[in-house]
């Protein structure tokens, strides 16, 4: 066989190649297929495996099969009671006809837009008739329910199924919040002024029914010390009488050796006194036995 015929069977041989991949086209199991014939869709292939098309002529777009991710930008939504609220929200759709899908977005990129308006719309309309504090009770799933079936209702004709929407960060705007933290602040340091006053005013009176109980109590000790000391001084001057009025030699002899006590205490005291004097009477007075001499 000369070179020329071999030439020309690896020219034709190629070109069949090209031809064929031209011609077919393989549909994966997570995948569905748009074939289109200048531009112009003409047929839909969800079923997966090897298809034909005209080859030059129709070519093929592939979109997913599976659950597929939006993740909205932050807006901002004015709720019912004129509360503003920054709602960062997410959603999950799956791709239900490709022809309805390329007609109405061509690609996810123009879809996304297309979700977007619709997420914002109801997210508005949803949550412009509810108060802000229904986002944190038990209303908040009925407005989630009700949000989602807005977008699927709307959307249906997009060609999709939206199967959930949901609210990732809900937040107050900055200006919002600031004003609502220097509030919070303000409050609180308020509360704190107020327990500290009710604080001071309940030591205050502590220490005003503590210092009326100790004067209270002191007054009694005192009155209680006098009427002791006093029957006290009642019982020694009884004494003292009765001691008295049965030896009045031992009384005087007595009274006299307190004063040598409390005279010559004193290691260094110095006394200068008449050797006459009364007052050493009971030194000069003494009997052999040692007891004091009977005064004249």
Do not use: C, H
């Amino acid at each position: 066989m000369s070179q020329v015929k071999l030439a020309a069977i690896a020219i034709v041989l190629g070109g069949l190649a090209i031809l064929a991949s031209s011609a077919f086209f393989t549909v994966g199991q997570a995948q569905q297929a748009l074939v289109l014939q200048f531009g112009a869709p003409v047929r839909v292939v969800q079923e997966p495996g090897l298809q034909v098309k005209i080859p030059f002529v129709q070519n093929v777009l592939y979109f997913e099969k599976r659950l597929l991710d939006f993740d909205d930008t932050p807006r901002e939504i004015v709720m019912g009671d004129q509360a503003r609220i920054v709602v960062d929200v997410f959603a999950r759709y799956r791709i239900r006809d490709p022809l309805m899908f390329f007609t109405a977005a061509r690609n996810e990129v123009g879809m996304r837009q297309r979700l977007a308006n619709a997420v914002q719309s109801n997210l508005q309309n949803t949550f412009g008739s509810a108060p802000l504090g229904a986002l944190f009770n038990e209303r908040r799933a009925a407005l989630m329910r009700q949000i989602t079936e807005g977008v699927v209702s709307e959307t249906r004709s997009f060609g999709i199924d939206v199967v959930d929407v949901r609210i990732m960060r809900a937040d107050l705007p900055t200006d919002n919040s600031n004003a609502i933290f220097a509030r919070m602040q303000t409050e609180r340091v308020r509360e704190a002024t107020s327990e500290r006053a009710q604080g001071a005013e309940s030591a205050q009176r502590i220490r005003a029914e503590a210092e009326r109980d100790r004067t209270v109590v002191l007054a009694d000790a005192q009155r209680d010390a006098a009427i002791t000391r006093a029957k006290g001084d009642e019982e020694a001057a009884d004494i003292y009488a009765k001691t008295y009025g049965s030896n009045p030699e031992f009384f005087a002899f007595w009274r006299s050796l307190e004063a040598y006590r409390k005279s010559l205490s004193e290691s260094n005291s110095t006394i200068v006194l008449s050797p006459d004097s009364d007052f050493f009477r009971y030194f000069r007075e003494q009997r052999p036995g040692g007891a004091p001499a009977p005064r004249r």
